[in-house]
């Protein structure tokens, strides 16, 4: 089946940047959106950001300015790069295909 791998997760510090990418273990993903969403300790889990089919992005008001969601769509892959990180910003963060496609998740933590 279809599995969605996260890489790029890990330690950094408050004002530092990470990046983030989910490739499927299979291609033709390409007429989807794709997005990241995250579950912070002891939180529910909320929507960061995600790039419809046709290249239109919602982000978080969180992350508003500060995280860029981007597709490969030749590669059926999605990045996010995490700029100007906060301590809010620790959390397991999912790469998520409709309708219900998920990541197993790759911890993100932002601590001094």
């Known amino acids: 089946q279809l599995q969605l791998v996260e890489s790029g997760g890990g330690l950094a510090q408050p004002g530092g940047s990470l990046s983030l990418s989910c490739a499927p273990s299979?291609?033709?993903?390409?007429?989807?959106?794709m997005g990241w969403h995250r579950q912070a300790p002891g939180k529910e889990r909320e929507l960061v950001a995600f790039?419809?089919?046709?290249?239109?992005?919602n982000y978080a008001d969180s992350v508003k300015g500060r995280f860029a969601i981007s597709r490969d769509i030749a590669k059926s892959s999605v990045y996010l790069r995490m700029n100007s990180l906060k301590p809010e910003d620790t959390a397991v963060y999912y790469c998520?295909?409709?309708?219900?496609?998920w990541g197993k998740g790759i911890l993100v933590t932002v601590s001094s």
């Open positions: 998520y295909v409709p309708p219900n496609y």
């Open positions: 299979e291609g033709g993903l390409s007429m989807y959106g």
């Open positions: 790039i419809g089919s046709s290249g239109r992005i």
